[in-house]
């Protein structure tokens, strides 16, 4: 079978996670015959030859950033020359062709953010994003998102969707395992983490809602006053506006921002924290608990939208709205009151796989072909 895959998002969030880790396990299914990657030349020739040890890949420019009318205009030109030559084509992310759109295609929605979380995004995204998203779930020839809960929430959203839907999960990196002994005193050292801290993994986004995290960073340091909170993926002015917050209550000089992280490195945080704390409002999924659970490291997380989904009861669950249920939970994980069986989270995370992820999607896009 011949794939053109959308892989302009790369190297973006959890999309991104999502496109390598099903593409790395394509390039080597024998039931794929070549994968025509769309995107960013630059990015994706240097990400494919380490895993196209077949030479199955092929990289197509496709001009553009998401959401861009240049993007749409670009797409028949683009697509012409290769309508012919693939079977089917798979959208990792809503934003596909609204001219031309191939006729066997399958496209994911990971969420309905745009409709439920309308002011995360500035106006310039809202209307288009909307509009997009409109326009894949109809056009496609199938429909995959990430967990039951988004499937019930587009299903509700439109209910004739519920034919073309299939939910599909990620997986865990095999790289997220706990960390050796002598691998966990050298990771204290590197990232300071001699005293206990909390972790947070995601970008400063409003329905991230990490100002929680900050919030309980400052009660629960009247207890325990040395602990800090690092934050991996926090850049820009959602930083700033966290940095101002912890300003505001006194923590400032405990918290940390150390932007995006290799894998490596995330996994050694994850390995040293006191506790992950996921305070989202509202996900289609949520990734790092997962991460965090393989890892053994404690998560306390939003009880919101698909996260049970991905926690189980592998963590601790509290709904983002009641702060101080946070600070008690927190609290206690931190003091080891409250102990979850690190086995569990491990077992619990061990059911997440990229190679099950990989397969029943192409399974799908087989029925899409």
């Given amino acids: 079978m011949k794939i053109l895959l959308d892989a302009r998002m790369l190297n973006s969030g959890g999309i991104g996670r999502f496109i390598r880790e099903v593409s790395k396990r394509w390039l080597k299914d024998s039931r794929v015959s070549e994968i025509h990657f769309l995107g960013s030349r630059s990015e994706i020739s240097g990400w ?24 749409q205009i670009a797409w028949p030109r683009v ?42 995004f500035p106006m310039g995204v809202r209307l288009p994003g909307r509009v997009l998203m409109n326009s894949a779930l109809h056009k ?8 039951q809960y988004s499937r019930n929430d587009i299903i509700r959203w439109n209910p004739s969707m519920v034919d073309k839907l299939s939910v599909i999960m990620p997986g ?13 005193e050298d990771a204290r050292h590197r990232w300071g983490a001699l005293q206990p801290f909390l972790l947070t993994v995601g970008p400063a986004k409003a329905h991230k809602n990490l100002e929680l995290a900050v919030e309980v960073l400052a009660e629960a340091r009247r207890t325990q006053p040395d602990l800090r909170l690092i934050m991996v993926g926090a850049v820009g002015r959602g930083l700033r506006d966290l940095h101002r ?41 949520g990734i790092p608990p997962i ?12 009880s919101r939208t698909a996260i049970p989904e991905s926690v189980g009861d592998a963590g601790w669950l509290v709904d983002p709205g009641d702060k ?4 008690r939970v927190v609290s206690e994980v931190v003091a080891r009151a409250r102990v979850k069986n690190p086995t569990a989270g491990r077992l619990w995370a061990s059911g997440f796989s990229w190679d099950q992820t990989a397969d029943k999607l192409l399974r799908i896009v087989e029925t899409a072909a």
């Fill in 324 to 327: 101080e249920g946070w600070v």
């Fill in 79 to 120: 697509f012409h020359k290769l309508s012919k030559r693939v079977d089917a084509c798979v959208f990792p992310h809503y934003d596909v062709p609204m001219v031309g759109h191939p006729a066997r295609s399958v496209v994911m929605v990971h969420d309905l953010i745009h409709f439920r979380f309308p002011s995360g």
């Fill in 245 to 285: 917050r912890a300003a505001a209550l006194g923590v400032e000089d405990a918290v940390v921002g150390l932007g995006f992280l290799r894998d490596e490195y995330l996994r050694e945080l994850y390995g040293t924290a006191d506790a992950l704390l996921f305070p989202s409002k509202y996900e289609g999924f």
């Fill in 291 to 302: 991460e965090a659970l393989a890892c053994g490291c404690p998560v306390v997380a939003s």
């Fill in 172 to 184: 865990v990196c095999d790289v997220f395992r706990p960390l050796e002994e002598s691998e966990r």
């Fill in 140 to 147: 496609a020839s199938r429909l995959v998102t990430v967990s």
């Fill in 48 to 71: 494919l030859p380490k895993f196209d040890t077949r030479g199955i890949g092929k990289v197509v420019r496709w001009p553009g950033s998401v959401y861009s009318v240049a993007r």
